[in-house]
């Protein structure tokens, strides 16, 4: 597999964009309310301005069905363009109000005023530096995660536990998006100090995270231990840990040569 040869490299160059983004997407304070029924972001992996709708997710602690939109893409790309007039994202559709709209800092204003029910955190408000940095962080993905590649899709969508500013999570977001395979978003951020550590240093020094947050509780529940990326596949009974093999079990199985 070419990929393999060029994990480190790859792996390299996802964590300079997460260095680069370290101050958000991480640490999470859930919402106050939680949306009934799933938010919908339609979504390029590799756009910078979806980047910045992806972190506040995290940082609310929000899930949301992750519908990819990879430039050539043929699946959600029209819908998008049907629903909301013109083919720009990210796009977030939210059953629960009825409310859709572009532009990532007009999203993550709504987001927070509808969910988190709490004032829009000082880095927001510095929404043209936000997007600056975030173009800035991109440069070293250089465009993975943003152009489509052949795929079958899957029949019910796939399930992702993840934080954004994972870079071992982020490599896998890319191929699901370039797959243009869809996903239920399980956002699992950051509230204690002992899930700054590594799995393997927490495991050696026998700390047990003990997080607040749902899906990292029930993730540590179903097995026995907590680490991202885990994907979830119901169309094949399969669930994972490890980023290298999740990007290779989504090759093998719904990338196609067509
Ligand atoms: N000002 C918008 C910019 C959004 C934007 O330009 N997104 C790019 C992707 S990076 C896009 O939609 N390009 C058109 C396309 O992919 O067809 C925002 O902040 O959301």
Redesign the pocket.
Known sequence: MKYLKLQPINFASSLLVSLARSGTGISSKAAAVKPDVALMLFD?EG????R?VREALTELDLDAEIYP?P?LGTRY?ELVLETGGK????FLSDPNTGVQM????S?IKYLFETYGKRPLPLKWQFGKLQ?LASMVANTARLGVGQIKKASRPPEQLLELYSFETSPYARIVRECLCELEIPYILRSCGRTELGEWLLPQVRDALNIKPNSALSNRKHLQNIEGKMAIPYLVDPNNNVAMFDSTKIVEYLQVTYGSNQ
């Open positions: 390029i756009c910078p301005y979806c910045l939109c430039k790309r083919t720009q994202f990210p572009y532009e990532s800092l999203i997007k």
